[in-house]
């Protein structure tokens, strides 16, 4: 059985004062949500103040990407996931579209960070999807197998039991303009029937999270299809209220 999953991804936004009020807002509430797991993925720097906002909530944070390089080093600028054992983080976001498309992060360093998340058992939230025009010119699905196939060549499918995947079409992220339900879960069937192809049970129980415009008034309608199974939010996570609602909507969503 699935249990969805909500993260918030706050990207490059949030500040003290932010994290104080949006939290205090929303974790309260979030606690009296049953059936979701959810997370709030803030820029690192301010993952200890948002931890703090946590203590005692079931509310867990995440990082929005990681160091392809274990342990310590001259890598300047970057964190490594032994620092996030250290912090007391599970979760790490890693290959999403941003990165790959701002920062030039190739197919094959977004599995070595996928290992090495593993590798600290720590959970990797695995972003694939397509551009508009790949989606326009019938790539989709060649594009999520292509991203899905490094990372099971490099972890093996029994990893994906440990893996939540995001897929999140690059076209409808910050624009408002959200893939259909049926759009969602046609590609949402495609990656799980790709996983199903080597391993049934991992399939099965592998989570796979829809972003893109993900808002309180289609995430229901999104989450109850039935291969996507919760969502990975940007801009409205940073809403205390709308985040909460598509909480809400998740955790009403049947368990799959
Ligand atoms: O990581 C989150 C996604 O990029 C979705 O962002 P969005 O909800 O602002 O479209």
């Known amino acids: 059985m699935r249990i969805p999953f ?15 009020d949006h939290l205090g807002q929303f974790t309260q509430q979030a606690e009296a949500l049953n059936n979701v797991n959810i997370a709030v993925c803030p820029p690192s720097l301010y993952v200890s103040a948002v931890q703090s906002q946590l203590t005692s909530s079931s509310v867990k944070v995440g990082v929005q990407n990681v160091c392809d390089q274990a342990g310590f080093g ?16 599970p979760y790490a976001i890693v290959g999403h579209s941003e990165r790959r498309a701002f920062y030039c992060e190739t197919d094959r360093q977004v599995a070595d960070k996928v290992a090495i998340v593993l590798d600290k058992n720590l959970t990797p939230i695995l972003c694939i999807g397509e551009t508009l025009e790949e989606r326009e010119s019938d790539q989709t699905e060649h594009v999520v197998k292509t991203q899905l196939i490094a990372v099971i060549e490099k972890v093996g499918i029994a990893a994906f039991a440990n893996i939540v995947i995001a897929y999140e079409p690059i076209w409808a992220i910050g624009t408002g303009k959200t893939a259909s339900p049926e759009q969602a ?25 829809y972003g893109g415009s993900v808002k309180p008034d289609n995430a229901a309608a999104l989450f109850a299809q039935p291969d996507i199974d919760g969502g990975l939010i940007g801009g409205a996570s940073l809403d205390p209220m709308d985040f909460l609602a598509i909480c809400k909507a998740a955790s009403q969503s049947c368990l799959k």
Request: net charge negative; aromatic share 6%.
């Open 6 to 20: 909500v993260a918030g991804n706050w990207k490059m936004h949030g500040s003290k004062a932010m994290i104080q």
């Open 74 to 89: 001259a890598y300047t600028g970057e964190v490594s996931v032994d620092m996030l054992v250290d912090m007391g983080v």
């Open 185 to 209: 879960q046609a590609v949402h069937a495609f990656i799980r029937n790709l996983l199903a192809q080597h391993d049934t049970a991992v399939a099965q129980q592998v989570v796979i999270q």
